[in-house]
């Protein structure tokens, strides 16, 4: 097991820059999940670290030594990629004893370690089959069973349950964190799906564009976002933006919303004062708002625009303007839509950005 680090590691393909200046220190036996959308350089960085990709500038750090020239084989990883990788003619037990067999480990050794393996995993019975005779998790736990005989210092997976059906998707979030936190090792692992970042990973590292957005634990991603597309990235339901400006002075301070007066409480009114920013992107989670079809004192007038049964709540989706933001409801919410309702929040539970940049307001 050790600590890995990128130091100022940047990926230009000469046409695009595909990372862009990535610093971050991943603790030894420590679970960091990279997150972002198709094409923000989360597995350029995975396999930047793997060697698989040569890095234009910067450093990539095992323990207290520099690996950027050392080739895969000698950088002492295990890396379970999203297409299984299997060998068709080999039973599972051969395909998982593979690496074991060709660093001439003896067969005894060999027997035990994917013996262990495959019974953490719940293939032991399986070790006679072929992959065409196994399911796609079964497979896929094949392909993580012949990283794991290996022993090594890191874990790299590159979105390796994204081709799973949703049941056992959740099933395999469970066992691969278990896994990982019984074995001990350093495990980096790539994915587009926030829910499995959220869930698994001891820190988060999120990126969109090439740069590193936010690195931190889930409940800090989720609760301090430093920014906007942080915001409406991690969280499902998603985060609305509203735009607003701010009005009057300290004591007086409120927020306009597509005519709408919202008072704000004494924290914001500082906070938003202090900072002294008229236009403002602000955030509220579909948890934080309430939608009635009855008018009360504060709400603001909307129309119901869509609404979604998730399964004990309704998401309903109002439009305010041009402006479209989430709640959830009960299910006893009757609201059609294009009927009229009104939307509430307390501004308390409101997260504030600058409109310009997207930056939130310093606390």
């Not at 603790?27 to 997150?35: A, I, R, T």
């Not at 072929?130 to 012949?146: D, F, M, N, V, W």
């Not at 306009?256 to 509220?284: E, M, Q, Y």
């Amino acid at each position: 097991m050790v600590a890995v680090s990128f130091n100022n590691v940047w990926k230009d393909y000469g046409d695009s820059v595909a990372v862009r200046d990535l610093n971050m220190n991943i603790k030894d036996g420590e679970f960091v999940s990279l997150l972002g959308p198709s094409g923000c350089g989360k597995s350029t960085s995975l396999r930047m670290l793997a060697g698989l990709e040569h890095i234009t500038s910067g450093e990539i750090v095992f323990g207290d030594k520099v690996v950027n020239q050392l080739p895969p084989k000698d950088r002492d990883i295990a890396m379970v990629f999203e297409n299984y990788a299997l060998y068709p003619h080999k039973t599972i037990f051969d395909n998982i004893a593979n690496p074991l067999k060709r660093a001439k480990i003896s067969p005894a050794e060999i027997t035990r370690r994917v013996n262990e393996a495959a019974k953490l995993l719940e293939i032991d019975h399986l070790l006679e089959r072929r992959p065409q005779e196994l399911s796609g998790g079964q497979k896929q736990r094949t392909a993580i069973g012949r990283a794991i005989v290996r022993q090594p210092q890191v874990y790299l997976f590159d979105e390796p349950i994204a081709h799973l059906d949703a049941k056992l998707r959740a099933r395999m979030r469970s066992e691969l964190k278990h896994m990982q936190f019984n074995l001990g090792v350093t495990t980096i692992y790539v994915t587009h799906d926030q829910l499995e970042a959220l869930t698994m990973a001891d820190r988060i590292a999120v990126m969109n564009d090439g740069v590193l957005q936010q690195f931190g634990t889930p409940q800090e991603i989720y609760e301090n976002p430093v920014n906007s597309w942080v915001a409406t990235f991690v969280g499902e339901p998603q985060m609305s933006l509203m735009e607003m400006s701010m009005t009057g002075e300290k004591g007086d301070a409120a927020l306009n919303f597509v005519g709408n007066t919202i008072s704000l409480d004494d924290a914001s009114s500082s906070r938003l004062t202090k900072a002294g920013i008229a236009d403002l992107l602000v955030g509220v989670r579909p948890d934080k708002a309430s939608v009635t079809l009855q008018d009360t004192p504060g709400a603001i007038k909307a129309e119901v625009y869509s609404r979604q049964l998730l399964g004990a709540d309704v998401l309903v989706e109002v439009a305010i303007g041009k402006t479209r933001v989430r709640a959830k409801a009960d299910t006893s919410f009757m609201g059609n839509v294009g009927e009229p309702c009104y939307l509430s929040f307390s501004s308390e539970n409101l997260y504030y950005f600058n409109a310009e940049d997207g930056k939130v307001v310093e606390r």
